[in-house]
């Protein structure tokens, strides 16, 4: 069994990995964290950003550093939780790619690799409402999903 954890760094995210992981343990699953970053994001920051001190011309350094950063962030989530699951004993890797989140996901869950696809209910937004990105896919989605809250 292979199961595919969307991971996007919220606390959400993390707690459907943990959820992943009690479920390989019991079926001797491999698990898949998956990141997808959209550089799309680190530009609307950076423009923001920008607006926001009064200097367009600092938007291309703001949008380098701000993706950068980005970058750290999730391989620094995506890396603890693999450190985790493997001390649970849980055959586990992780996989970033950049691009559209929605297409890069439908991409892989529909890849035909993977039994079971694990996400968060919510985004790093945090809103009381379901994950807008869950909306998007979870009708596309192949595989079962499981949504943990």
């Not at 950068?68 to 603890?80: G, N, P, R």
């Amino acid at each position: 069994m292979r199961i595919l954890v969307l991971v996007d760094g919220s606390k959400w995210s993390q707690k459907a990995a943990l959820y992943a992981f009690s479920v390989a343990k019991r079926k001797n699953a491999k698990v898949v964290l998956y990141s997808v970053l959209d550089r799309r994001e680190a530009k609307a920051l950076a423009f923001h950003l920008s607006m926001r001190s009064e200097n367009l011309e600092n938007i291309r350094r703001f949008e380098e550093t701000i993706w950068k950063d980005m970058k750290k962030s999730v391989k620094e989530v995506l890396t603890t939780l693999l450190e985790l699951g493997r001390r649970e004993g849980i055959n586990c890797s992780f996989k970033i790619v950049e691009g559209s989140a929605k297409d890069k996901i439908l991409e892989e869950v529909n890849s035909g690799k993977y039994d079971l696809v694990v996400m968060g209910a919510y985004g790093k937004s945090g809103k009381t409402r379901i994950g807008s990105l869950l909306e998007e896919v979870v009708g596309l989605i192949e595989p079962p999903v499981m949504i943990v809250r």
